[in-house]
């Protein structure tokens, strides 16, 4: 079993900066496993939206409101991925989701270990 622990959350004016970090724990042959790993964001209740995702290999993916602005890293010795959020605006708001696939699941559509959210606020 895997868990993921994101940090880094809190408030911050529009056009500031905060970084998230999400920790994979759980024994060395589950963590291992994990190939991709993402950042979603969710407002109230709707849907869960993609915001990066980051291949064991470095290959990146990310959604057009945030191109130029957020950059998703991961750590794999630490098993840790990070979200660099730059630029941030209003809309931004949100409670922000680490997500982490083993094998070749979809990071997107598969199933995974997910965080237990941490919330971002950027005030106008």
């Known amino acids: 079993q895997v868990q993921l622990v994101e940090s880094g959350g809190g408030l911050v004016q529009s056009g500031g900066s905060l970084r998230l970090s999400c920790a994979a724990s759980g024994s060395i042959s589950d963590t291992s496993s994990i190939n991709a790993m993402g950042w979603f964001r969710q407002v109230s209740r709707k849907q869960r939206d993609l915001v990066a995702t980051?291949?064991?290999?470095?290959?990146?993916n990310y959604a057009d409101s945030v191109k130029g602005r957020f950059t998703i890293s991961r750590d794999n010795a630490k098993n840790t991925v990070y979200l660099q959020m730059n630029s941030l605006k209003p809309e931004d708001t949100a409670v922000y989701y680490c997500?982490?696939?083993?094998?070749?699941?979809?990071?997107?559509?598969?199933?995974?270990?997910w965080g237990q959210g941490t919330q971002v606020t950027v005030s106008s």
């Open positions: 997500k982490g696939t083993r094998g070749n699941n979809n990071i997107v559509s598969g199933l995974g270990y």
């Open positions: 980051i291949t064991n290999d470095g290959v990146t």
